[in-house]
């Protein structure tokens, strides 16, 4: 048994060991296998820099062509599995081609590395960062070693950051602010994400459905832009009301967009349904609107990174009236990181 | 059944309910222990999710929310050892809003917000504005209502009010309110709003459950009084503006009702005194349909019993004129509800009535405005009919008599006949006898003609049978008599010192009695003609006026007048009566020395003698009188005195049964001897009277033994006896000791002396009489010494 194991066993233990490794901070990290691990957190201009040790086992010796290591930045399409875009690549050669008999440490470093997009899990698409120890070898085949690490990158305050308002009117169609109203048995389909690719013919069935003067409401978000941190603070105003509503909820849903053309991959999916109003109000009412980012799982707004896919973030005000009837109105927020963030 | 299957549905939605809140309880109060706030959160949100149910009845829920109350207490306490453990209670504040149910999460803010402020890490107004306003999220009527009242309790103990430890800035107060102001605002909204949902017929279950939640309600007006800082001012400027604004704007029945009593109930009545006109501005705006006539009455009563206790606030009342205030207030009510019924309209002024007169006793002109206002709205709808608004127009009418305790000051109030008026015959007389009563019970004297006129013009319902046609009410008779027995007493409070005045009270009575019909004269009668026998009696004598001035009353005067009334009774069936009273007034006559007026009494007594008494009883007792009275007249000169005493002898003798005539002529002998008066003694007659009573005595017992073969009764014989003794002892020289003898003899020798005890024993103590005479010695023992048993 020993035996056997040793023959399938790699010569060497190789380990990546950052040179602030222990202060560093940790951030939990989703593996394919749905596991949590702790990965290093890095910003853009960082030096990443470290030790990268290869321990070979007993009694063993390793041969090789040499020992490199790289870093990546990957993009990886799932339907599109094992094809990785890398748009970063650094390399540093370790070692020329030799023998390794004990243990033996390469330091490394990669001074101020350029790395302008985040770490990202998706539906469809993960972006990540990678050091990657490769020991070539010839007929063995090389041994190569992963250390993960996750980048994330502040903005800037927005200069500008206005308010979002609307005022939704059924009776003034065929404008585009409108409500919509999903048929129920409809809502399942639509809810696909296809939906908002089609937004103008959605538009015309819908409002041929009819609610004209039905409901009528104005609402307010106070800003456009909120960090990951932040509280979405508004109202909701209703100008007229004759259905009877039984709940109103705001919901965060995020759309994950993938491939270009003809092969674009949307992804929608909500990640906060939070209620905001219990009851049926009458015209008149106000209902304030105050939302807290902090539980939810958010990461910035990704606008065409590299070509290969985007992120974006909608409030979506959803009114349910008594007989399971939902009419909403989506709007587009951006996510930034803030720099005073203790993330 | 369809209710009951609800009920026991119902009963298993709030044990599901309460089953899975105690479970998530459980878990809370563990996750409590063991100090895990996360956990606690969790749990507490879970539980709260209960509360979210449509299923329960108000009642139901309410059960459920208090258990809800007492948890977060325990999550509360909590909390705030959380803080002291560090944990930073603004961060909580946020953790607590993370919850993705918005009725949980309220629950928990509004807890989280208690601890906030209680740690004064941020003032107490901006934490209760946020909760307020965060509260909005719940638009559902019954499940608002119990939020608001969960954050209307917890908040009740922070509001920065004047002196509280949570005191802020210069207008804290003002922070204060408007936090109450705005909670009560909405949760009236929601109240309210719960009225128009659901299907219209269950309308009778959702007004009761409404009722049952109004306290939700009510509560913030209670708070608002409890505030320190609510001056007068806050409440004039602030308060009461927004709480009124509220109340008519929001239209409803049931609110607008319970909300403006509660405004009644809670504020002080200083307050009420000094914003008068804003609170009553305020209630023409309610609906029609709200029954502001409950309100305003105990507005009213309120005040009065605030007047009652602190008398010392009494100029306030005339400075802010409440009364006028009031008055117009209640004017304007009753023309905005058109169709208010009479009920209500008569009931606001007999409130108004009542707090003007406990208030106001001095303005007499107040309560008149009150008769006349409610005159102004009784006019043109006739007389009232509902039974029920008559009953409150008789409180009303009463109530001036109640509080003076003196029926002349409502007879100040000239409209209060007017008002009268609107009561139907039946309900006058009621009232009539309830002045009648008052007058009676306070011994109230009224002492002017004219205070008589006004009188008998209220209590005309029992002189007069009213311009309602006869016949068409069937007056109980015991109550007629009653009620004319009454009057009769009445008569007697009708008192003047000054003759003059007297005369002018007892004129008046008389054109109103002569008015009465038939039925009322032997009631209303007699005591006028008492009254005015004293007044008579009470009249200087002639002559002795030392001002020589002729006096306007004059007893001839009088007798004329009381001719008059007694002439009027006749045509009544009551002979007897009239009789009697002119006797009465012969014998008054008699002692004025008035002989022709006495005369002419007796010559009217003798007609109706004649004329109308006919049963041969009434004629005995009438006969008797007449004796007796003619037997004390001395103002006859011996012409008059010999045809009255002539014509007496001659009645006497045509009675019907011979007892009778005998009777009656023996009483006659009395008629010819008078002791004190010389002129009228005659023995010769006397004796004549006696001797022919002996021979009717005699022929009436052989008439006896003669129709019924047995002897009659001796009891006349004896009786005859005892005159003559009677005469004996007095001297007359014709009576005898022989005929006294012969008479004692006569009635021993009679047999059927000893069958009859009575008889016996009616002659054996006579004959203990005499014995007895002869004893005590002197003249008239020597006269019993003669006689001879």
Known sequence: MNYLRGAFKPAC????????????????????????????????????????????????????????????????????????????SLVRELDVPGEIYENKAYPFEFPTVEMPYETYNGVNVRLRYVLKVTVTRGYAGSIVEYQDFVVRNYSPLPPINNSIKVRSKLSQFPGSLSLFILNPFALKPLLASDMLNSFGPLLDVQMEVG???????????????????????????????????????????????????????????TLAKFELMDGAPVRGESIPVRLFLTPYDLTPTHKNINNKFSVKYYLNLVLVDEEDRRYFKQQEITLYRLKDESS | MIADGAGEDEEKWLAAGAAAFKQNAFYMQRAIDSNNLKDALKYSAQMLSELRTS??????????????????????????????????????????????????????????????????????????????????????????????????????????????????????????????LLNFTEMNKLWVRMQHQGPARDKEKREKERSELRDLVGKNLHVLSQLEGVDLDMYRDTVLPRVLEQIVNCRDEIAQYYLMDCIIQVFPDE??????????????????????????????????????????????????????????????????????????????????????????????????????????????????????????????????????????????????????????????????????????????????AEKVEALLELIKG???????????????????????????????????????????????????FLTGGPKRLKFTIPPLVVSALKLIRRLPEEGDNPFGKEASVSATKIFQFLNQIIEALPSAPSPDLAFRLYLQCAEAANKCDEEPIAYEFFTQAYILYEEEISDSKAQVTALQLIIGTLQRMHVFGVENRDTLTHKATGYSAKLLKKPDQCR????????????????????????RCLKRALKI?????????????????????????????????????????????????????????????????????????????????????????????
């Open chain 2, 271 to 448: 307050y009420h005194l000094q914003t008068l006109d804003v609170l009553l501005g305020a209630c023409p705006q309610l609906q029609p349909s709200v029954d502001i006539m409950t309100v305003l009455s105990r507005l009213m009563e309120r005040l009065s019993s605030y007047a009652a206790l602190n008398t010392e606030v009494l100029p306030y009342f005339l400075q802010v004129e409440a009364f006028s205030k009031l008055n117009n207030a209640i004017g304007k009510v009753i023309e905005a509800q058109e169709d208010m019924p009479i009920l209500s309209a008569v009931t606001l002024y007999s409130s108004l009535l009542k707090f003007t007169l406990h208030v106001h006793p001095d303005r007499l002109d107040y309560a008149d405005q009150v008769l006349g206002s409610c005159i102004k709205q009784l006019s043109g709808k006739g007389k009232i009919h509902d039974t029920r608004a008559t009953k409150e127009l008789v409180t009303l009418l009463s109530a001036p008599l109640e509080k003076y305790n003196d029926v002349v000051i409502a007879l100040k109030l000239t409209n209060y006949p007017l008002v009268l008026d609107y009561l139907d015959s039946e309900n006058k007389r009621v009232m009539a006898t309830v002045i009648i009563r008052s007058i009676m019970k306070n011994k109230t004297i009224i002492a002017t």
């Open chain 2, 462 to 512: 029992l002189i007069n049978d009213l311009d309602e046609p006869q016949g068409l009410e069937v007056v109980d008779e015991d109550d007629f008599e009653e009620e004319q027995n009454s009057v009769a007493r009445l008569i007697h409070m009708l008192y003047s010192d000054d003759p003059e005045e007297m005369f002018k009270i007892i004129s008046v009575l008389k054109n109103h």
């Open chain 1, 13 to 88: 233990n190789i380990s990546i060991t950052f040179t602030d490794g222990k202060n560093r901070k940790q951030v939990p990290v989703k593996k394919d296998n749905g596991q949590m691990v702790m990965n290093p957190l890095f910003h853009s201009q960082e030096t990443i820099a470290g030790k990268v040790c290869i321990e070979p086992y007993q009694g063993k010796k390793v041969e090789h062509n040499g020992v490199k290591v790289e870093l990546l930045g990957q993009i990886e399409m799932y339907f599109d599995r094992g094809n990785f875009y890398d748009f970063t």
């Open chain 1, 211 to 269: 609610i004209e003067d039905c409901l009528h409401i104005e609402f307010e978000y106070n800003k456009s832009k909120y960090h990951l941190k932040d509280v979405i603070l508004g109202k909701v105003y209703f100008l007229l009301v004759r259905i009877k509503i039984k709940n109103m909820d705001l919901e965060i849903r995020r759309r994950e967009s993938t491939g270009a053309g003809a092969n674009t991959h949307v992804e929608t999916e």
């Open chain 2, 664 to 687: 009656a002529v023996y009483a006659c002998s009395h008629l010819f001897w008078l002791q004190d008066q010389e002129t009228i003694q005659d023995g010769e007659r006397v004796l």
């Open chain 2, 55 to 180: 299923k329960l009845s108000p009642h139901k829920y309410y059960d459920l929310y208090m258990r809800a109350f007492d948890e977060l207490r325990k999550l509360e306490i909590f909390f705030m050892e959380e803080t002291r453990r560090g944990c930073s209670v603004i961060e909580l504040y946020e953790l607590v809003q993370h919850a993705g149910n918005i009725l949980p999460r309220l629950y928990l803010l509004c807890t989280a917000g208690s601890v906030y402020i209680k740690t004064k890490e941020a003032p107490a107004k901006e934490i209760l504005k946020d909760l307020v306003e965060m509260c909005r999220g719940i638009q559902h009527p019954l499940r608002g209502l119990f939020l608001r009242s969960y954050l209307a309790q917890i908040s009740r103990d922070k509001l920065p009010d004047i002196g509280s430890e949570y005191e802020g800035d210069a207008d804290t107060v003002t922070d204060a309110v408007e936090f109450v």
């Open chain 2, 697 to 789: 005595a005699n022929s009436a017992q052989q008439m006896t033994s003669a129709a019924r073969g047995s002897t009659g009764s001796v009891t006349l014989f004896i009786e005859i006896l005892n005159k003559y003794l009677y005469f004996y002892e007095k001297g007359i020289p014709q009576v005898t000791v022989e005929s006294v003898e012969s008479m004692i003899q006569l009635i021993k020798n009679e047999e059927s002396l000893t069958s009859d005890p009575s008889a016996e024993s009616f002659f054996a103590s006579t004959l203990r009489f005499m014995e007895f005479q002869k004893q005590k010695g002197g003249v008239v023992g020597d006269k019993y010494e003669q006689i001879k048993v």
